[in-house]
């Protein structure tokens, strides 16, 4: 009996061991061309367009190349504060919508539940490229083309689906008798929401809100296709700095390494607050 | 402060074709403490969610006081509930739990503190109205559950299991402390348990449950003495009464042995059940013969657990004796009746209960 026990716990192990190794394999597999980006964006052009080397001068100059502003060309500022404007904005929408609609779904589900998140989630199924004619038009014709509100519009269509399935599964988390509890206790679904509900749900509210703003962050498709002229966002301003005259991998991976920056510094934010146990204290 | 009525009161869960309440009729007076008991599934804790609002009505009617409530939210029946799990508000302090009705019903600060204060007083909670309920026991959190709803001065509390998440010791001393506080308080209480011991030791009177139909409502003393049907019978008492199922070939008989019952009523030769407490039962020179399983010794009071042969089906009884008794598994030992006898018809309603002797 003993032996068979050693056996398996010496077993778990290396097996433990085996997918150690493994998962780090994988993990700098997808890490190196970040890491590369990163190395290449302190070289000069020549050296990043040469054979892949880690003997260079480090220095910040294509920074401040790409942060120059020149006139007549997007500059790093006004796409930094459009991308803000649209992602921060489309977000709170998508929260002020979605926290309503989840709570709905979760605590008092409607006869047809299933099929009501089913046609949230079917509005992702259609391809983006498929809309895009329709949604250029629709634009135009009411003379948001090339604004950040059509953007804003269309970002919080594309997260809204998103949201409420996560927030329904958060709330789903807060136990039934807290509700039933503040029901009897007096309060109105508002007041159950405010003091009952949020509180307990708020980590997975900042889950969803980051979720959302990485993915307006990111976005360049339409962005892209929709405010080519005017309102122009980050991933467009990165898009830029590819020239057709001469080398601007060193130029691209500094531009990059910016546009990370807000993402990857509000992940390593809310990271911290989101594995914070959800409902501790509510239930024995 | 309030009567409660049940009037015919029915609900069926979605997808299911017996009701989980049926048609309950029941009528609990003003200060009241009414148990509502049942096994598992029997509809009690329904009952009491219908009656806070948590769960619709299919049919019937249940009014507080003179006012038909049927279709009125939870939150405008003037009701305090405690959960078994209690339902304390995480990111709230023990002092804005208890508060938070009050403070819906926008009470002016003053006043909640106040009332908060006096109930906190009450249940030994001044010194933790600053802590959160994580950092609360069982036991303070089940008083903190307590004084959430005496708070608010409801017209009826509502009581869901609220003692099964404590360990043994302390449910036992609570269970007085409730009885105390509710019997001080005078307030209605509707309180459910699946624990036939809580039910009688606490309840005024005790309403036993079965399937979602209501078996008998009466007081504890009554529903031990005086079982309405073969479920009661065997439900309420620890140990359970001992039940015999008996198909008589020309006279009625326990193990082979005749009964004789001093109540004319009963037709010996018709099918019948009979059920007698294991203190209804004595250890003696003559009876029924029977070979000991168990002794259980608890001091004060010896449980004989027995084998019987009855009808070619080997039969356990417990027969209640005083110490010192000492048998060994294997020894065989005579049975006699020495209290009331139970006797049920074939369909489990009580028929008479009478005293009886074996021939």
Known sequence: ?284 | MATVTYEEATRFYPDTERPAVAALDLEIEDGELLVLVGPSGSGKSTALRMLAGLEPLDGGRIHIGDRDVSSVRPRDRDIAMVFQNYALYPSLTVAENMGFALKQQKVPKEERRKKVEEAAAILDLTPYLDRKPKNLSGGQRQRVAMGRAIVRSPQVFLMDEPLSNLDAKLRVQTRTELAELQERLGVTTVYVTHDQVEAMTMGHRVAVLKDGVLQQCDTPQNLYHHPANEFVAGFIGSPAMNLVSIQPDGVAALAGTEIDFDDSVVDPTAPLTIGFRPESARIGATGVPGVVRTVEDLGSEVFVHVVVDHQGTPTPLVVKTSPPFEAHLGDVVHIELAGPVHVFDGDGSIVATTRATLR
């Open chain 1, 1 to 284: 009996m003993s032996t068979t026990e050693a056996h398996l716990v010496g077993e778990r192990r290396w097996v433990d061991a085996v997918f150690g190794v493994i998962a780090w394999i994988v993990g700098a597999i997808y890490f190196f061309p970040i890491l590369w980006m990163l190395v290449n964006s302190f070289k000069t052009e020549l050296v990043a367009n040469g054979p892949p080397t880690l003997d260079f001068d480090p220095n910040l100059d294509r920074y401040s190349e790409v942060t120059e502003a020149t006139t007549g060309l997007l500059s790093f500022t006004e796409a930094f504060r459009n991308s803000g404007y649209v992602s921060i904005i489309s977000t709170i929408v998508v929260l002020l919508m979605a926290i309503p609609a989840a709570y709905a779904l979760a605590i008092y589900p409607v006869k047809k539940w299933r099929d009501v998140l089913f046609f949230f989630i079917s509005t992702k199924f259609l391809p983006l490229v498929a809309s895009i004619l329709p949604l250029w038009i629709l634009a135009r014709e009411f003379g948001v083309l090339n604004t950040r509100l059509v953007l804003v519009i269309l970002y919080t269509a594309m997260n809204l689906p998103l949201a409420v399935w996560m927030l329904r599964s958060f709330f789903q988390e807060v136990p039934k008798e807290l509700v039933e509890a503040a029901e009897i206790d007096g309060a109105g679904v508002f007041g159950q929401l405010r003091s009952v509900i949020l509180p307990i749900a708020l980590p997975g509210i900042a889950a969803t809100a980051l979720l959302c703003l990485i993915f307006a962050w990111n976005e360049y498709f339409f962005a892209v296709q929709l405010n080519a002229a005017d309102g122009q966002t980050v991933p467009i301003w990165v898009a830029s700095n590819v020239s057709t005259r001469g080398n601007f991998i060193a130029k691209l991976s500094a531009a990059s390494v910016l546009a990370s920056l807000p993402v990857v510094v509000a992940g390593w934010l809310a990271q911290k607050r989101m594995i914070r146990g959800l409902a501790m204290g509510a239930i024995k």
